[in-house]
């Protein structure tokens, strides 16, 4: 499968505790992107990467948010003590160049107890 | 800010008819415009992109067509079936160098066998 992979799947998870997903692009893909989902809304821009550089973070990423993709290739996006609200869908998207399509995983759904 | 509007919410319509999703945007400054397609708990299916260039594009059934100047894209589904019963996303795409991508809220559709 040479498709966009997002791990987990699903998470459970205590409010306070950390939590971190993990996003495998499409291998040739330069740019990587996330997104958060709730419920009957689209998905909100999180976070965009160029290769291993952060190029944009929305203000909805928090300081209990930080996301990482230290070589160029997998990210990884880290809620530290999650709260109710962080409960969502956690989309991943790849891209070549940028002004291609988007290329989106499964998804991560968190829920926090 | 990019908004995105779609119109309507939700659409239910017997199989074989043709039909029409509506899409609005405020920035009329967009790299490109996409169409996505998302089946309930599932990530998001690319189905079409129009760069700020073209004025339509065709994939099988659907067709989607972009008016800049008033900031409108409509994706044309023909002769309808019940497996494209699922929830369909536009999204403008990319102003200011850098691809954050504004998502509608979605057209749930039905399509009843």
């Known amino acids: 499968d040479t498709g966009v992979s997002q791990n987990p799947r699903h998470k459970i998870t205590k409010r306070g505790q950390n939590v971190t997903f993990r996003c495998d692009p499409i291998s040739e893909h330069n740019r990587l992107y996330w997104y958060r989902q709730t419920l009957g809304q689209g998905p909100e821009f999180l976070t965009y990467f160029q290769n291993e550089a952060q190029l944009e973070k929305s203000r909805l990423l928090s300081d209990r948010f930080s996301a990482e993709r230290p070589k160029g290739s997998f990210s990884t996006l880290e809620i530290q003590r999650t709260e109710q609200g962080d409960s969502a869908m956690y989309l991943c998207?790849?891209?070549?160049?940028?002004?291609?399509?988007?290329?989106f995983g499964p998804g991560t759904r968190l829920l926090v107890l | 800010k990019q908004e995105v509007t779609q119109i309507p919410a939700a659409l239910s319509v017997p199989e074989g008819e043709n039909l029409v999703l509506n899409c609005s945007f405020t920035?009329?400054?967009?790299?490109?415009l996409q169409w996505f397609r998302q089946d309930p708990g599932k990530g998001l299916t690319s189905l079409l992109l129009?760069?700020?260039?073209?004025r339509e594009q065709t994939s099988g059934r659907l067709n989607a067509s972009l008016d800049k100047s008033s900031g409108r894209s409509t994706l044309y589904i023909a002769a309808s079936q019940p497996g494209d019963s699922a929830t369909y996303l536009c999204?403008?795409?990319?102003?200011?160098?850098?691809?954050?991508?504004?998502f509608g809220i979605g057209t749930k559709l039905q399509v009843i066998p």
């Open positions: 129009i760069q700020s260039s073209q």
């Open positions: 998207a790849s891209s070549l160049r940028g002004l291609e399509t988007q290329y």
């Open positions: 999204a403008g795409g990319g102003s200011g160098g850098y691809q954050k991508v504004t």
């Open positions: 920035d009329s400054a967009i790299y490109n």
